[in-house]
Structure formats: C-alpha cells, structure tokens
C-alpha cells in the first residue's frame, strides 16, 4: 500500500515571507525552511564571536552518558551554553521575530509562555555519521500521548549546508504518522540551505544531523529550540547563561533564557519557576540576583 502524504520536497520561505505562511507550512510538512532568516551580519558577528570557543572545543568530550555521546559522535564540535559566548545570539537569534510568531501560534495555546529549551552550536566535522533517526520531543518520554506541539525546534546554518557536508535530513509529514511508523531511509529529505538560513521543525517530526563522510567542510550551525513554559528544559540554561553574564542581556532574552516566570494565574493556574515568589528578570533588573 502507498504511503500518504509524502511530501518530496521542503518549502523554502523567506524571513520576509508572513509568519503565517510559516506556520501553514510547518503544520502541512512538519517543517520548512527560511532563507536568509539572519542577515549577513549577523552571521559574521557570530562567527568571529564563536570562533575561538569552537577552537577550543574538543571534538572528544565527556556527556551525561554513553548513549549521547554515540549520538552526537567524535567529530562534532559542541558548544553549549552560547548566549554567554555570544551576546549576538541571545539578542538576534534567540529572540528572532520569526521564532516569536511561531511559538506563539504552535505553543501559545498550551502555556502562559515558551521559554528557550536548547541553544548549542554543533560544527559536524568530516566523518560524522549520520545521527540515528528521531523526534526532538521524546526527551519528554512521560508526556502522555497524544499531545500538543510542545516544541518548537531549528538548526540554523552558519555555513553553507549541503546533502555533502551533513545538512539535517527530515522526514516530511512525519509530525503526523501513527505512533508505530518509523522512517525508512529513502523517506529523508537533505535541508539543504545557504549560510544564515535555517530549517524549522516540529519537536514531533522525525529527522537527523546528517553524515559529513563525502566533504571535507566543517558543517557549523544551531541547534535551537523552545518548548512550553512549564516543562523542564533540556539544557539548565539559567546555570549555563548565569545572572552575571545574563544581566548585560536584553530583557526578553533573559525572559527566555528562564528568569522568566511562568504566570498562568490568568488562566486559572499559578507560578512556576519563582525566587522569593517573585518574577526573577525583575530581581535580575533589580540587581537582587
Ligand atoms: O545537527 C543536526 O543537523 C541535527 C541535530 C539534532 O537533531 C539534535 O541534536 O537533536
Ligand atoms: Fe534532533
């Protein structure tokens, strides 16, 4: 039997294109891609900021476990923590308009606010394999299912991306099969893009870094996504970016960061995520963090 709702190829929109054209495509394939998301500078700025911390990044390194450490491989720069290297990625790319339209139509209805979940450089080297086949969201195994989009995710590049060099390879529609379906390799399509371009997705869509094993171009991008308010964050981000480095950030970006509480007392729930039962961006403001 055919399989339905194969789509062949991603759609390219433009940053100037409506976020609602965005948000059509990212319900209809479970991703899309947006060309010239940042400006050049922007992508320039950011290269010569992290630069020197990817240089110094080893390619071996220690993780939480074996499992990850598989999944990322041995030749993958990884940076973590980045608004604290960059303070261009705090204030253009975590706050980047387009993410805040997105979120607020894909996780809007589920939270009071979204907050930044991971931001990581990942600089796939030449003989990366490609990663094993999966949905971002599954970090959050105990969610009953089915649910809402809880996760709004990206790889932006920062260079070039090409089928060659490991651009991320995705299962379009697959935000929208039967629990039992996986993945066959055929069904994965290459986002190949231009540096500053980015590839967003549904935390539910099904997708992979690709292998780096036919070039030899360091493939360097984000990996950057959002999840609701009140679900706890893959990277701890308030200990990775602290009040120190955070206070010299914009106000929004701190917000996202997570020294923003998550206020749903207007929707009949309460505050999660205070420090003396107050907002934490006011005591950051204050100067009381
Ligand atoms: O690097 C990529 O292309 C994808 C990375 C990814 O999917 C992940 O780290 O979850
Ligand atoms: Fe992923």
Not at 56 to 80: K, L, Q, W
Not at 204 to 221: I, K, L, M, Q, W
Request: aromatic share 8%; hydrophobic share 40%; glycine share 8%.
């Amino acid at each position: 039997m055919g399989r339905p709702n194969i789509e062949a190829e991603m759609t390219h929109l433009s940053r100037t294109d409506s976020s609602d054209a965005i948000v059509e495509a990212l319900n209809r394939d479970g991703a899309v891609i947006v060309d010239e998301f940042l400006h050049s500078d922007v992508v320039d700025a950011i290269n010569v900021e992290l630069d020197p911390v990817i240089a110094a990044a080893p390619t071996s390194r220690t993780f939480i476990n074996d499992t990850i450490a598989d999944f990322f491989g041995d030749r993958t720069s990884h940076v973590t923590g980045i608004a604290s290297y960059s303070p261009t990625f705090a204030s253009e790319v975590v706050c980047h308009p387009i993410y805040e339209d997105v979120c607020g139509a894909i996780l809007g209805p589920s939270c009071a606010s979204w907050q930044l979940n991971v931001g990581h450089l990942l600089q796939r080297g030449p003989g990366a394999e490609q990663q094993f086949i999966h949905r971002d969201q599954d970090v959050w195994t105990y969610l009953p299912k089915p649910h809402p989009e809880v996760e709004v995710a990206s790889i932006v590049a920062l260079r070039d991306f090409s089928a060659d060099n490991g651009a991320t390879r995705i299962a379009l529609g697959s935000h929208r099969w039967d629990p039992d379906r996986y993945p066959t390799d055929d069904e994965l399509v290459a986002a190949e893009m231009a540096a500053g371009s980015a590839v967003l997705y549904l935390g539910s869509t099904f997708h992979a870094g690709g292998a780096n094993v036919t070039s030899d171009e360091f493939r360097r991008g984000f990996h950057l996504s959002f999840v609701l308010g009140w679900l706890r964050t893959e990277e701890n981000n308030v200990l990775a970016t602290p009040p120190e480095v955070a206070s010299t950030l914009p106000r929004r970006a701190q917000e996202l960061l997570g020294y923003g509480a998550h206020d749903a007392i207007a929707t009949g729930g309460g505050y999660l995520g205070t420090v003396d039962v107050r907002d934490p961006v006011e005591l950051l403001a204050n100067g009381e963090l």
